[in-house]
Structure formats: C-alpha cells, structure tokens
C-alpha cells in the first residue's frame, strides 16, 4: 500500500468541510453559559474554517460548475448570495467579544445560515457537478492547495461599485 494519500474529488473534500464544521457548530452549542474563552477560540475556528472554504469555493469550484452546469448561474449566484451573508457574521463575530450582547446569537444563527448552504450544496449543486462531468479530483486539488494557503480571516472589504456615485469627504 502506499504512503501517498489518494487524492480527493472537490465534493468530498468540501462534504468533509461541511461535516467538521458541522460538528464544531454543535460543539459550541454544548458549552456553558460562562465557557468565554472557549467560545471565542471555538468560534474563531469556526470562522476561519468557513472563511478557507468559502474563498476556495468561489475561486475554484464555483466557476467550474458556473462553466459546466446547466442551469450553473442560478445555482452559484445564490451560494453566491449565501456566502455573502455569512462573511457579513464572520466579520461581526471576528470583531466582537464573547461577554458581548448577541455574540451567542450571531454563531447560532452562522449555524443556521450554513446548514441551509449546505443542504442546497449537497442536494443539488454537488450531484449536477458530477453529472456534468467536471474534473472533480483535479478541482479537488486545486481546492485543498488554495484552503492550505489561508491563514486569517481577511479584514472586511468594500464590496466593488459600493462606493460609485458618493461624494469624497474632506
């Protein structure tokens, strides 16, 4: 048997993502009330786990099925949409202090938000990537080399045209 690990395809690699951070959602559920540290370090986890994701996803995968997947547009503008949102709590979450007002709320509801990302991946974007044929374990490495290479959460951007039409202050 080799000592080379066998390559993965981008769906199992980004099913396996959904399953630990999955588990690491219900972990935080099951902490005590007073558990701060362990919150914030859990949390921040959390964070940066679905933030390597994300970027890999709409970098690597995300164009692939927009190329290859009919009907691919619709389906990657609303995980599009999706991840949006949930970058918008990460950076919230990021910025706060577990002792803080609503800092429990905001990671339950990033759980909520991912769960039904995920079920939409799953159920119908992941079987018409492999029904269209896409190069899943070449996708697959592509995905993991990209996740390798993230190390923080970055800072929050402005989105591109957010700023057109607004006056300059002085």
């Not at 009907?71 to 950076?91: C, F, N, Q, R």
């Not at 990671?107 to 899943?136: C, R, T, W």
């Not at 390798?148 to 929050?156: G, H, L, N, R, V």
């Amino acid at each position: 048997m080799s000592s080379i690990a066998k390559p993965r395809d981008a769906v199992a690699l980004l099913k396996q993502d959904h399953d630990e951070v999955k588990a690491m959602f219900k972990q935080y559920e099951e902490l005590g009330d007073r558990a701060f540290a362990t919150k914030q370090k859990l949390a921040e986890k959390i964070c940066l786990e679905l933030t390597k994701h994300a970027i890999a996803e709409e970098e690597i995968f995300y164009p692939a099925v927009r190329a290859d997947v009919k009907e691919g547009d619709d389906l990657v503008d609303e995980a599009t949409v999706e991840h949006a949102s949930a970058k918008d709590l990460i950076a919230q979450i990021h910025a706060m202090d577990p002792h803080d007002d609503l800092y429990d709320a905001k990671v339950k509801v990033l759980g909520e938000y991912i769960d039904h990302h995920v079920k939409e991946e799953e159920e119908e974007m992941f079987p018409q990537a492999k029904k269209a044929g896409i190069d899943l374990v070449a996708l697959g490495e592509q995905i993991q080399a990209r996740k390798d290479e993230i190390e923080e959460i970055p800072p929050p951007m402005i989105p591109p045209g957010a700023m057109e039409g607004r006056r300059p202050s002085l």
